[in-house]
């Protein structure tokens, strides 16, 4: 801060008032202990403004939350947290869940994208068969996850009208908050 006071692009004497006591805030990394309080305060925040049935994390989603390096601070936690709950359809909050938000989609020197095992989409069926639609919803929610819940361009790179997809979000929004 002191530097952008000697080249000129903020007040002197506005730092020094604002300097009277300098707090030092470690980066969310290295403070392991606020993470879950942090997340669960985030839960509470995004379940209630969201009407979500989301109202828990699993332990290992918790513990996949405390491994996570936070580049982006709490900043980063709380848009994690709040995807996972627009998202989410069941009570608890499981890593299978907060593992597509947490996708770095990063690029290579030559521009193409590195994939990750994680990247890969699967959907799971216990005894019966998925219909297409619930097939099709759930890789829309995951292409939307993996783009950082970024809609606009999740849209274009499904090669479908922005509107077609949030058409298909909310009709299915729809469906699991009457179930």
Same mark, same amino acid.
């Given at each position: 801060m002191f530097l952008e006071v000697q080249e000129g692009r903020f007040r002197e004497d506005l730092?020094?008032?604002l300097n009277v006591i300098p707090i030092h805030i470690p980066p969310l990394r290295d403070r392991k202990a606020d993470i879950r309080p942090l997340a669960e305060f985030f839960l509470r925040k995004y379940a209630q403004a969201n009407g979500s049935r989301a109202k828990t994390f699993s332990e290992a989603a918790i513990e996949y939350l405390l491994k996570n390096e936070w580049q982006g601070n709490v900043r980063e936690l709380?848009?994690?947290?709040?995807?996972?709950?627009?998202?989410s359809c069941r009570p608890e909050i499981s890593i299978d869940e907060i593992?597509?938000?947490?996708?770095?989609? !990063? +690029?290579?020197?030559?521009? *193409?994208k590195e994939h990750h095992e994680?990247?890969?989409?699967?959907?799971?069926c216990k005894n019966e068969?998925?219909?297409?639609?619930?097939?099709?919803?759930?890789?829309?929610?995951?292409?939307?996850?993996?783009?950082?819940g970024a809609r606009d361009q999740t849209a274009i790179?499904?090669?479908?009208?922005r509107k077609t997809?949030?058409?298909?979000?909310? !009709? +299915?929004?729809?469906?699991? *908050?009457?179930?």
């Open positions: 730092f020094f008032r709380e848009n994690t947290i709040e995807r996972v709950v627009v998202l593992i597509p938000s947490l996708i770095r989609k !990063s +690029n290579n020197q030559d521009g *193409s994680k990247d890969l989409f699967a959907v799971s068969l998925l219909t297409l639609e619930e097939v099709i919803h759930k890789y829309i929610e995951f292409a939307v996850q993996v783009n950082g790179e499904l090669g479908i009208d997809l949030y058409k298909r979000l909310r !009709s +299915n929004e729809c469906k699991t *908050s009457h179930s």
